[in-house]
Nanobody, 123 residues
Framework: QVQLVESGGGLVQAGGSLRLSCAASGRTFSIYAMGWFRQAPGKEREFVAAIGWSGDNTYYAEPVKGRFTISRDNAKNTVYLQMNSLKPDDAAVYYC????????????????WGQGTQVTVSS
């Protein structure tokens, strides 16, 4: 069982930055691939970024490529999403998720989810 808690969301102006964190419970965090997804009102949950269990492999959705960076610290049981050059279209509730053994871009593949953190971007 893995419990995930996101933090770091908030209100930022367009062009600004935020860093989201996702803290995981449990001693087996390092065997899980992690993903970040987001969901805006009236829209489906969409893939943002994912990282393999070791941190060596990452993958990004096209709209965030070059602006967002996913990373993890297995010693701290935490995965991060650094978001730069934020745009109003990035506004959403951001969720982190965990699955074994490899990451996926499909949210239905993930086993565990956090409660989400709101990101608001003003223009």
């Amino acid at each position: 069982q893995v419990q995930l808690v996101e933090s770091g969301g908030g209100l930022v102006q367009a062009g600004g930055s935020l860093r989201l964190s996702c803290a995981a419970s449990g001693r087996t965090f390092s065997i899980y691939a992690m993903g970040w997804f987001r969901q805006a009102p009236g829209k489906e949950r969409e893939f943002v970024a994912a990282i393999g269990w070791s941190g060596d492999n990452t993958y990004y959705a096209e709209p965030v490529k070059g602006r967002f960076t996913i990373s993890r610290d297995n010693a701290k049981n935490t995965v991060y999403l650094q978001m730069n050059s934020l745009k109003p279209d990035d506004a959403a509730v951001y969720y982190c998720a965990a699955k074994k053994p490899y990451y996926s871009v499909t949210y239905r593949d993930y086993e565990y989810w956090g409660q989400g953190t709101q990101v608001t971007v003003s223009s």
